[in-house]
């Protein structure tokens, strides 16, 4: 959407809308349900959304740092994706809701069918594969709705928007074929930060 005026809702409302949720203490479900109305209402006018957070790579797809709560209790994230670019399997371990500002991406989940009781193996099945476009959220929410990989299986430059509730600076990696599990640590590309682009 694009108009003269300046956006209703933007970065800043979101940040101080999914922190009022927070100081709730609401639980996990009733996070997600409030976050997602707020993630639909700000990716609805991206304007809010500088140039330098647009910035994408053919090498790898890139994760732009928008905000760091304070107190450690959630991060958002603007991923740019280049057509193919693709995560592997992955988990959180936190709440997490996911929107989109251009075009689309493909969000594939796993369910966990082993006891998890080994740190180093894990048996998944897909559960479903859904096409998550513009208006619409994915949402994770653990222990059993956190597995996922997701995609651009498009033919143009796709930017999502994600909100995980804690800094999420590990993820556990998943080979579905052999079952082993394993740690991964994830950067951003921040210029602030200082930090190097994030691949995987
Ligand atoms: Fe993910």
Redesign the pocket.
């Known amino acids: 959407m694009s108009t003269a005026s300046t956006p209703t809702f933007g970065l800043a409302d979101y940040v101080r809308t999914i922190g009022e949720v927070l100081d709730r203490r609401a639980a996990n479900r009733v996070i997600i349900r409030e976050v997602s109305v707020a993630t639909k209402q700000l990716c609805a006018d991206d304007r809010w959304l500088e140039e330098r957070f647009r910035v994408g790579s053919p090498d790898y797809y890139t994760r732009h740092l928008l905000h760091r709560d304070p107190n450690n209790r959630f991060i958002v994230l603007a991923l740019v994706w280049a057509p193919g670019q693709m995560?592997p399997i992955?988990d959180?371990s936190c709440w997490g809701v996911m929107g989109l500002i251009q075009n689309s991406l493909e969000e594939i989940c796993y369910d966990r069918l082993d006891d998890g009781k080994r740190a180093d193996y894990a048996k998944l099945e897909q559960s479903r594969g859904t096409d998550v476009g513009q208006g619409g959220v994915a949402y994770l929410l653990p222990p059993f709705e956190e597995i996922?990989r997701?995609g651009n299986t498009s033919n143009k430059q796709t930017i999502s928007l994600h909100v995980y509730g804690r800094d999420l600076d590990e993820v556990n990696v998943f080979d579905q074929v052999t079952g082993k599990v394993s740690p991964m640590r994830i950067k951003y590309y921040s210029p602030e930060c200082g930090d190097v682009p994030f691949v995987i």
């Open positions: 995560t992955h959180h996922h997701i």
